[in-house]
């Protein structure tokens, strides 16, 4: 097909979202990818999820680690409050170039720094580059294989504090079973699972929040 998936759903947002309101864009993601063509967003079922636990947090500073289409990017942008700063990262520069056009639809471009590169190079730079002392929040839904040695880099690299949150998708489908054994198996976590269903679909997924205990 001469058009990418990401394309496509970068189209139908420019088609039937309003330029500068968030929920629009939201919606016109979740309506492409419910009625047209299934895509890994985290979804409307888990984005509520995401929702709640972000407006728990409240976080000042939080990071994404896999923007894909920027999706969960805008969810959690347009949930922080004024001042407050969401870096998401992203190593495939296609998905990268759709994800800024969402993101500067949803007009929340002032509240997200998108970095293009692999996590692993770009965690230890955190601190440097962007003058990070912690996050309070990291939602991790990048490739499942690379959320536990991410999770053990990012407490190497001192950018966990005590309280920080970390809310990973997919923990079932298509699962995180190393991320799982240790975040529920380390003293320095508190973890829980909030059980849904995969996006657009009537398969069972779900999110596990875990606190780092410090
Ligand atoms: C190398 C690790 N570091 C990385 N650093 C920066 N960006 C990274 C990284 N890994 C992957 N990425 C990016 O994150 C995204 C990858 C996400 C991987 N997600 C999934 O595989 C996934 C897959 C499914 C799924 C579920 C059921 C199925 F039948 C088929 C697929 C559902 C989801 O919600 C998913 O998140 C891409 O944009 C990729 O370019
Ligand atoms: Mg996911």
Same mark, same amino acid.
């Given at each position: 097909t001469r058009t990418s998936r990401p394309q496509r759903i970068l189209k139908a947002v420019q088609k039937n979202a309003t330029k500068g309101d968030p929920e629009s864009v939201i919606s016109a993601i979740d309506h492409y990818c419910r009625h047209k063509e299934w895509a890994m967003n985290v979804g409307d079922d888990k984005g509520l999820i995401l929702d709640s636990v972000l407006t728990e947090v409240n976080p000042s500073t939080a990071l994404e680690l896999g923007t894909y289409c920027g999706y969960s990017t805008v969810r959690i942008a347009r949930l922080l409050s004024p001042g407050s700063k969401l870096i998401t990262v992203e190593f495939n520069p296609a998905f990268a170039a759709v994800a800024r056009q969402i993101i500067a639809y949803a007009g929340l471009q002032d509240k997200i720094t998108l970095v293009e590169g692999p996590s692993g190079d770009l965690i230890p730079k955190m601190k440097e580059r962007f003058g990070i002392k912690s996050f309070d929040f990291v939602f991790l839904d990048h490739w499942k294989d690379r959320y536990e040695p991410d999770t053990k880099l990012l407490e190497d690299c001192g $950018? $966990? &504090? &005590?309280?920080t949150v970390l809310l990973a998708d997919n923990v079932i489908c298509p699962g995180t079973p190393e991320y799982l054994k240790y975040v529920r198996n380390s003293p320095r976590y508190e973890s829980r699972y909030y059980k849904s269903n995969l996006e657009y679909s009537k398969v069972e997924d779900g999110l596990e929040k875990s606190v780092f205990l410090g």
């Open positions: $950018l $966990l &504090k &005590k309280g």
